[in-house]
Every structure is written in C-alpha cells, then in structure tokens.
C-alpha cells in the first residue's frame, strides 16, 4: 500500500498523492536539478530560473520516498557546477552528480569534480549553448578524457539529444570508451515508440552493452498526458524488456520543460510502476542499478 496524501505541496510538484506502491529502502532519484538563488545563472540563459533549493527537494523526497539522488547541473548554468557541487554537499553521500563542462576541461578540474562524487558528464545536443557548440568531436574528447580517470570511481557520459541526433550519431555512441547514458527515453515520440527508427539505434546500443537509458521525462513527448501518460507505455515496456539491468529512473525535478506545477512526480513514479509490471524490476531499477551506475553503497 501507498502512503497517506500530503497535507501540504511540495514546489514544482503537482498534487498531494503520494505513489501507489511504497518504494523500497534506497530507492534513487536518478534525474533532477537544483536551481538556488545564491548561485547566478550563465549570461547565455534568456530565462529566470525556478527557485528550486535542496530544501524543497527534501520534500519531493519525503512524499515519494526516494532516499538517493543524482543532481545533473541544468543548462542554465552553463558549465559552471558550483550550485550542483553545494547541493551535493548539503545531500551528502546519498547523492552523486553529473557536471557540464567544455572539451577543454583538465585532468585537475575532472579530478576535483570526482571528489565532490560527481560521476558523470552530460552533453546536451538538445538545447542551444551559446557558451559553446555542442559537437560530435566535444563528445568523443571528453569521453576519451573520462577514460583516463576510470580510477576515480567510474565516470559516464550523459548524451540529451533528439532521436534523429541518435540515430546519426549510433557509430560515435558505440565506440565511446566510458559507459555511455541516454536522457528522458532519448525523446523518442510515444506514437511510434518500438517502431520508431531511433528505437532500432537505440536497441543496437543497449544490446552493445554499455547503454544506459534514464526512464525519465516522460511528459515531454506525450500527447495523453497526466495522469497516466498511457502512450509511452509502449515505449517504456519495451525499454524494460530490452535491458532492464540498464535503466535508471529519473523526476527531473522541477520540470522546468513544463509549464510551472503541472506534474504530479507521484504519477511518474506509478507511471514507471506501469512500464515495469513487477515489484522486483522496480526495485532492481530503483535501487540495484543506480547503485551501480553511479557507485552508491550496496543495498
């Protein structure tokens, strides 16, 4: 059985049900952003940031849960990590990051990154930076960079990208030396879910195995919506089905893709219940592969 309903919201989360099934110990977050005042955003970012401090975030977790997370520095902030490197101070080591640098970024800085338990680089070939092209050669350099520093407790690569971005890219993808993580279902449209052509490149990578796929972001191509979001269910089955020892979830709190306290983040988590069918994928996606993935303590 599920918790009892909040008697308060929690910010940029819609509702107050809490998930249907009470989540097991450990249970990871592994997609969300934190936005804090004091930090100020890139001067390329045309918008105002959410506010968005580790405190609320506290709260989206009490209400769904989760005790582990992964804080991915947003691309308000460029490649400056400093407000995700203080929120991974204030989480402790029940949290681990993903960074954005430039390909120029130094073996010194990649060191001190990875002791702040940051373990992963997110390239977004997504959303426009004008801080710097995001390239296919960006891609293969800090890859290569990461697979040096394999002895600082084992990086990855976090590619945002469209589905024809992954489908033009698969040969770069493959080859990649690190562990290679797809974002947000790798923004494959749910109306053609298994038969879409980025699904084909996305099963090659994920049977190359070295792919990991965040289930996360699932509002962001649907067109059924809340609360079931019943069109990704394709999708999200068969991404369970093809590697389900190499899928993550994810809220990507406080979904700033969406219009301000639009989604309830205790549908995502029943939405995910729904793609997995099983308590036992649930945990092993909850807790076993983040665990892994980003190298938290065994349960």
Known sequence: MGLPPLLDPVPHSLGLNRPLRALPALACDSHMHIFDTRFAPSPHWPRTPPEAPVAAYRQLQQRLGTARTVVVTPSTYGIDNACTLDALDQLGDSARGVAVVDQQVSDVELGRLAAR???????????????????????????????????????????FANPEQIVALEAVLQALPVPLVIDHLGRIDPAEG??????????????????????????????????????????????????????????????????????NDADLVDLLQAWVVTDAAMDRILVDNPARLYGFPAA
């Not at 995001?134 to 040096?148: D, Y």
């Not at 038969?195 to 972001?217: E, F, H, I, M, Y």
């Not at 093809?242 to 994810?250: F, I, K, N």
Request: hydrophobic share 40%; charged share 15%; glycine share 10%.
């Open 117 to 159: 338990r940051v373990r992963g680089l997110r390239v977004n070939f997504v959303s426009p930076q004008s801080w710097g092209m995001t390239t296919e050669e960006m891609l293969t350099t800090l890859a290569g960079k990461l697979a040096r520093h394999a002895d600082c407790g084992g990086w990855h690569i976090q590619v």
């Open 194 to 263: 298994p038969s879409a052509p980025a699904w084909a490149t996305l099963q090659r990578l994920l049977d190359g195995g070295n792919t990991w796929v965040k289930l996360s972001g699932a509002y962001m191509r649907s067109t059924v919506q809340a609360p079931g979001y019943a069109d990704t269910l394709p999708l999200g089955r068969a991404l369970v089905q093809a590697a389900p020892e190499r899928l993550v979830w994810g809220s990507d709190w406080p979904h700033t893709t969406e219009p301000q306290g639009t989604v």
